[in-house]
């Protein structure tokens, strides 16, 4: 069967969302999917890998070890890339490593992030999410959802958890808001990049003669050297604050636009658990995936070879009717169970529970406060990040 595809030109990775379906993955996935969830696909560099879109083959893949999450061993596969070989994963990125070095820093962090010890940070997130509304009370509207809220509640969170000192919470913010902001120019962002890196740094030497109660205290009891709990505070840093921002005003938008689902919501608080993994399905702001094959493996009847590098859209597997009956509705009282918006396997985001928590506050607390809120300008003229690994909004100017 691998014979009969390969015969037939590989196709390219569709990256174009339709015009006006602003929560919509690129139209070409669905019509892949419907043809066969896993297809020979060329990438930018010249490589004959695969695309897989089906949820069931893209969930395969990545419970798979036969599969393998460095970087080094990939091709890539969006357009204006980096050319050539991609580097190692730095010191701390756990999403570019295989087993043991993965194995070795998710044991460290694991019980840090359980369902349990996530929810015991419910008051303090009801807090800060409240402080952020209150800001924005007294400011007014018209104002940018994403600087004024959807940003600063998860920043404030990983303050909370790494022990960054309130004193310092203003500088570290800074750092971050032009990390996430797609108009900083390269040196902006390099140069924000270095002074958290830097700042990271020095907050590790000073828990380690003054440790607190927190994340990052906690880390430096064990045998990790500096250079490696300066890798991670980054790693944790970039995985739990883009994402997590990004759901919050991409999430907003989406319900501003489902006055029926928006309503649903506002009349039981009760379904924003249900609520968010819905979202997190219908959304799927972390949108695309790889792998590469380690040895030969048979996925869905055909024979990725080893050395193949395969790309997982789990935008696309998220959308598969298959899984998800009637997937391109968002439908909040759904059972989004397997949603991949989280992805799954070994490398299933390590702050899941903590971005669950966060959004479940958050999204009730907002539109509680402000009732009658909505967007400030037309739909089509919100912007959105339409190039970007994390799939969301620029901004979202909304008023009440």
């Not at 004024?148 to 920043?155: D, G, N, Y």
């Not at 990004?246 to 907003?252: D, K």
């Not at 009658?372 to 901004?395: D, F, K, T, W």
């Amino acid at each position: 069967m691998n014979d009969e595809l390969l015969v037939q030109p590989p196709v390219s990775l569709p990256t174009d969302r339709p015009a006006g379906c602003p929560f919509d993955p690129p139209a070409g996935l669905g019509a892949l999917r419907e043809e066969r969830p896993l297809v020979p696909m060329r990438y930018p560099d010249g490589h004959v890998g695969w695309l897989a879109t089906g949820w069931s083959a893209v969930r395969a893949i990545l419970a798979d070890s036969r599969f393998s999450a460095r970087y080094e061993l990939m091709h890539y596969p969006l357009p204006g890339g980096p050319e050539g070989a991609l580097p190692p994963a730095p010191t701390g990125d756990m999403t570019g490593m295989d087993a043991p070095e993965h194995t070795r820093y998710r044991r460290l962090l694991a019980g840090k992030f359980t369902v349990r010890r996530m929810d015991a940070l419910t008051a303090r997130l009801e807090e800060i999410t409240a402080g952020r509304l209150d800001a924005m009370e007294r400011r007014g509207g018209p104002l940018d959802l994403v600087e004024a809220f959807a940003q600063p509640v998860p920043a404030l969170m990983i303050c909370e958890l790494l022990g960054v000192p309130y004193a310092d919470r203003e500088v570290f913010q800074r750092h971050t808001a032009a990390l996430m902001d797609q108009n900083s120019s390269a040196e902006e962002m390099h140069a924000a990049w270095t002074g958290l890196q830097e700042y990271i740094q020095a907050l590790v030497s000073a828990k380690r003669a003054a440790p607190t109660d927190d994340l990052l205290s906690d880390l430096t009891a064990g045998d990790l050297t500096d250079e490696e709990l300066t890798g991670l505070g980054g790693f944790l840093l970039g995985a739990g604050l883009d994402t997590t921002a990004n759901m919050l005003a991409h999430g907003t938008f989406a319900l501003l636009s489902n006055p029926d689902q928006l309503a649903a919501l506002r009349a039981g608080p009760g379904l924003a658990g249900g609520a968010v993994e819905e979202l997190m399905r219908y959304l799927t702001v972390a949108h695309t995936t790889v792998r590469s094959a380690l040895e030969d493996v048979e996925v869905d009847g055909l024979l990725i070879r080893a050395g193949d590098t395969v790309t997982l859209s789990l935008q696309a597997a998220n959308r598969d009717p298959e899984r998800f009956p009637g997937p391109d509705t968002l439908d909040l009282s759904r059972r989004a169970v397997g949603q991949l918006g989280f992805g799954h396997g070994i490398h299933q985001c390590l702050g899941q529970q903590l971005a669950r928590v966060e959004m479940r506050v958050a999204f009730p607390a907002l539109f509680a406060r402000f009732p009658s809120l909505r967007l400030a300008v037309p739909p089509e003229e919100v912007p959105l990040r339409h190039h970007a690994n994390i799939y969301g909004v620029h901004r979202l100017p909304v008023t009440w």
